[in-house]
């Protein structure tokens, strides 16, 4: 959603901040901005739309500032037009705020604010803190710490989740950053210092990283940081290293960081078989877990149940999730979408492990939902204690500091906003605490748990030989869409979730109407949307389900859908009227591989519709508000 940079030294801040700026547009925004301290005055730009707007916009206005802030903002509080773009100023244009997130109780102040006589000029509700801010600073005048002072107050006055930065032009060595419940991390330069709501905008600079904490507030200067709590007192922080190479941020060869990522999936499969198969394990010797989870004891004793909370994609990825602990490990599993979980939460159940899923680790509702299990567990007896596991791409992210444990899914940045390799990456993860729980609850045989780790060893070199031929033959294939609205998938077993998965990749960046259904449940009702205008592609794996999904996959083509097959090339593959080839792996295995030719459909009918796949409409990477 929003992003937002800050930029503190010797070089000039202007173009700092765009390119700042320009690698948080993956969040998702519809409006940008900065404004630059210099020769006392702030000087502030705004646009609506894209970045380039702004660019042109800045086209021959001088700003040879070494201080500023700027934002993109997605639209909650009025709409995405320049008036309401950030950076917000106070009546004076001496204090300017960018801020993420919301300002719960900014009614009640606005008016506040009116009745005193301020005016405002935008529909947001981060226009109260710049004129909040203002008239702190006038009760503070001629005090060195003035400006720190004056935020500080202002931050203890507002409710709500929020991350902000903010600039003075009667203090321009300071850019005060402030955190509550939105992430916001500053990066430590050679005499210069940078914020921004998410990494991927400090990487190119510095590798050395300080997150604030919830109810933390930091002064930024030339000569250095120091962090604060909400109270004034003094913190002190440990910076932490990225592990991310800015190349990570890069397309390079590729068209599009979607495609790019669809294509890192094989190495980012490696990256987690290496980090949590245990290579000393053999099926013989019970002693050692399979898995190098290393997650404490606490979390499996006495274990009766699983429930995993998860939005979109991640929700996909969770079903997947609960096939693999119910059927590897016998644990009766139930998976919530986060949204509704949080207003309708089920009775409590005892000795369950509770599981946040979520890539970016921001997911307002997903968080919500583990906290409100979190609330409604205190002071209950032991066997209802609150347990809670989180898996995610951000090890450093607000899931992180709300869970016990988490399990860090290794994806690398992931900037395209239709998940892709920390889908795969997420459910490699589901595989290996099934296989913990299993081993843990000799639920599986040592020979079989070692046919599945063997299985999955082989699977990035199924993957790369999937992706060398179809990524062209998919591409040809995608052709044949262009005026194609509906879509129908459907798949049964441990492959439904992947039908629901190839549905959403494709309705969120082609915008054509998709579903995903079991393909058992397509003569119960969606049968009758078909007709030669609307393709069914079937998810049919040899395995337990595979003769039926056939069966299903006739009835359609009886009624004149054009049939595609996500199947191995096989005898049976004649039904189909186009075969998306898999190898023939273990069904337990194969939804590994069955989203590929899924994902390369949904990228290529996009890429051919000219769209804007990275960034598709209305969407955000992370949706950090409810
Ligand atoms: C995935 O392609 C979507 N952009 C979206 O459904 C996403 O999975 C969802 O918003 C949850 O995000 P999270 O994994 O960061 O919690």
């Known amino acids: 959603m929003c992003g937002i940079v800050g930029y503190i030294g010797t070089q000039s801040a202007t173009e700092i901040l765009l390119s700042g700026l320009e690698k948080l547009e993956y969040r998702g925004y519809d409006s940008a901005g900065l404004a630059t301290v210099c020769d006392g005055q702030i000087k502030s730009v705004r646009a609506k739309g894209k970045l380039h707007n702004l660019r042109e916009k800045l086209v021959g206005v001088e700003m040879p500032a070494n201080v500023g802030i700027g934002h993109t903002r997605w639209a ?11 950076p917000h100023t106070d009546d004076t244009g001496r204090v300017a705020v960018v801020q993420n997130g919301i300002v719960e109780n900014y009614r009640e102040l606005r008016k506040e604010l009116e009745s005193q006589g301020h005016k405002f000029v935008s529909d947001t509700d981060t226009e109260v803190i710049p004129h909040l801010i203002a008239a702190f600073l006038s009760n503070f005048t001629g005090q060195r710490e003035a400006f720190f002072e004056a935020v500080r107050q202002t931050v203890n006055k507002l409710d709500g989740g929020f991350a902000i930065a903010v600039v003075c032009a009667d203090y321009p060595n300071e850019i005060i950053v402030a955190r509550q419940q939105a992430p916001i991390s500053i990066g430590l330069g050679q005499g210069e210092f940078f914020c921004a709501s998410d990494t991927p905008a400090l990487v190119s600079h510095t590798q050395v990283v300080v997150s604030l904490d919830n109810g933390e507030i930091a002064r930024l200067t030339p000569l250095g940081v120091e962090v604060y709590n909400f109270d004034g007192d003094r913190v002190n922080k440990l910076p932490r290293i990225l592990n991310w190479s800015p190349t990570l941020v890069e397309k390079h060869i590729f068209k599009h960081f979607m495609l790019k990522e669809i294509h890192e999936q094989p190495n980012v499969v490696r990256s987690c078989l290496e980090a949590y198969i245990n290579s000393d394990w053999d099926a013989m010797n019970s002693l050692v877990s399979p898995t190098n989870l290393k997650l404490s004891s606490s979390l499996y004793e006495n274990l009766e149940q699983v429930e995993i909370f998860a939005c979109g994609t991640s929700w996909h990825a969770s079903l997947i999730g609960k ?17 509704e979980a949080r207003y309708a939460p089920s009775p409590l159940r005892k000795n369950t492990l509770l599981i946040g899923v979520t890539q970016s680790g921001e997911t307002a509702d997903t968080l919500a939902a583990l906290a409100m299990e979190q609330q409604r567990r205190l002071d209950k007896p032991a066997e209802f204690e609150s347990i809670l596991l989180g898996i995610t791409n951000r090890a450093e992210s607000s899931l992180a500091n709300l869970v ?14 239709a ?9 490699m ?24 780790i063997n299985g999955l060893q082989k699977i990035p070199a199924q993957m790369e030989q999937m992706l060398e031929t179809q990524d062209s033959q998919i591409e040809d294939f995608a052709h044949q869409f262009n005026d194609t609205q509906d879509f129908i ?22 915008y054509v109407h998709a579903e995903g259904y ?6 119960h009702g969606p049968i009758a949307l078909l007709d030669d205008k609307v393709p069914v592609v079937a998810i049919a794996m040899p395995g337990l389900v595979y003769e039926k999904v056939l069966s299903n996959a006739q009835e359609a083509k009886a009624r004149d859908a054009q049939l595609i097959g996500v199947t191995p ?11 998306l080839a898999v190898p023939a792996v273990d069904e337990l295995l194969s939804p590994m591989l069955t989203v590929i030719p899924l994902q390369l459909l949904a990228y290529h009918i996009a890429a051919h519709r000219g769209l804007d796949v990275d960034q598709p409409r209305n969407l955000a990477k992370s949706v950090t508000v409810e």
């Open 489 to 510: 998938f459907v798949g049964r077993g441990i492959n439904y979730p992947i039908a629901l998965e190839g549905a959403l990749k494709l309705k969120e960046i082609s």
């Open 323 to 339: 096939y693999l602990l119910e059927q590897l490990a016998g644990i009766s599993t139930t998976v919530n979408y986060a949204s």
């Open 404 to 417: 016990n444990q988490i399990i860090d899914i290794r994806a690398g940045i992931e900037i395209g906003v």
């Open 518 to 523: 079991p393909a058992g449940e397509m003569k």
């Open 429 to 452: 993860a589901f595989y290996f605490l099934a296989i913990d729980l299993s081993w843990q609850r000799k639920y599986l045989s040592g020979e079989r748990i070692a046919e599945i």
């Open 419 to 427: 998940a892709t390799k920390t889908f795969v990456a997420q459910v």
């Open 569 to 579: 090339e096989s005898t049976e593959a004649d039904v189909f009227d186009n075969v």
């Open 76 to 86: 909650t509080h009025g709409k995405p037009e320049e008036y309401n773009a950030h």
